[in-house]
Nanobody, 123 residues
Framework: QVQLVESGGGLVQAGGSLRLSCAASGRILRINTMGWYRQAPGNAREVVATITSDGSTNYADSVKGRFTISRDNAKNTVYLQMNSLNPEDSATYYC?????????????????WGQGTQVTVSS
């Protein structure tokens, strides 16, 4: 069974930092773009940052200069270093990976999601 497991969330004061990790496991043939999304209560899920298999990155305007996405292809893991956090960054953060992986009896190419990790920034 393919899984994306996030870790690293928690409670931090404004101005602080957190590092999120997301590891993919299971029968995986290929991982293309990986990314982080977030969703605050009452809001739609929004993209935070993405990284392609060759390392090209994109960021939401709200996090540029503060967050850094990276990946370790050998470990099937994506990271999100979050600095200068503010209360508006509080949300559940979800890992996403576009993968060719074993899913329901066949290899399928589709986005997979993690279960989410909570980030709370106090003022």
């Amino acid at each position: 069974q393919v899984q994306l497991v996030e870790s690293g969330g928690g409670l931090v004061q404004a101005g602080g930092s957190l590092r999120l990790s997301c590891a993919a496991s299971g029968r995986i043939l290929r991982i293309n773009t990986m990314g982080w999304y977030r969703q605050a209560p009452g809001n739609a899920r929004e993209v935070v940052a993405t990284i392609t298999s060759d390392g090209s990155t994109n960021y939401a305007d709200s996090v540029k200069g503060r967050f850094t996405i990276s990946r370790d292809n050998a470990k099937n893991t994506v990271y999100l270093q979050m600095n200068s956090l503010n209360p508006e960054d509080s949300a559940t953060y979800y890992c996403n990976a576009d993968m060719l992986a074993w899913d329901s009896g066949a290899y399928r190419s589709r986005p997979f999601w993690g279960q989410g990790t909570q980030v709370t920034v106090s003022s």
